[in-house]
Antibody
């Protein structure tokens, strides 16, 4: 069974940093591009970032470019999202997702709250 | 890259059919056949219902179907059931710069 389990969310002050993790199991993690998607409270889904299966190619939404860094450790089957210089508008549930041409498996999400 | 445009809400009675539209541009929906639809119940994880415009994954009810014409994709749910009440999101591939764009979501109410 495919499973994705996020961790690392929490309360952080504006300008602070946080690192999210997403542990994958039940599939060959190193074969898949992985993504982060977020959902602000009461709002819709927003694509955040992606990384290719080797970790060499990364892409970011304009709103997080230069502040967030996606990475992965295939030996540990784990995806990461390093979030720096956090803003109030980054407050959201962050989901990791496995993607081929669709987001077929999602983690349960981890809540990030940016507030003083 | 702007979000895809969906109606904020739709409603229908049990047994009826409804259609949710998703309007994009020639750079996303109009350019690629990588349109997918997700169902999300309150507090839950999004669930894939349709991919590649018309394909249904195992585990998704055959009452759900998808289509596309030009820059607009559609999700049709037939034989509405109470359990279908949820938020629905469309998504399209949009190229290498901002590869994925979601719609704003549609709240389906089963009357």
């Amino acid at each position: 069974e495919v499973q994705l389990v996020e961790s690392g969310g929490g309360l952080v002050q504006p300008g602070g940093s946080l690192r999210l993790s997403c542990a994958g199991s039940g599939f060959t993690f190193s074969k898949y591009w992985m993504h982060w998607v977020r959902q602000a409270p009461g709002k819709g889904l927003m694509w955040v970032s992606r990384i290719d299966n080797n970790g060499r190619t990364t892409t970011y939404a304009d709103s997080v470019k230069g502040r967030f860094t996606i990475s992965r450790d295939n030996a540990k089957s784990t995806l990461y999202l390093q979030m720096n210089n956090l803003r109030a508008e980054d407050t959201a549930v962050y989901f990791c997702a496995r993607v081929e041409n669709e987001f077929d498996y999602w983690g349960q999400g981890t809540l990030v709250t940016v507030s003083s | 890259q702007s979000a895809l445009t969906q109606p904020a809400s739709v409603s229908g009675s049990p047994g009826q059919s409804i259609t949710i539209s998703c309007t994009g541009t020639s750079n996303d929906i109009g350019a690629y056949n990588y349109v997918s639809w997700y169902q999300q119940h309150p507090g839950k994880v999004p669930k894939l219902m349709i991919y590649d415009v018309t394909e249904r994954p195992s585990g998704a009810s055959n009452r759900f179907s998808g289509s596309k014409s030009g820059n607009t994709a559609s999700l049709t749910i037939s034989g509405l059931q109470a359990e279908d009440e949820a938020d629905y999101y469309c998504c399209s591939y949009a190229g290498d710069v901002t590869p994925w764009v979601f719609g704003g979501g549609t709240k389906l109410t089963v009357l």
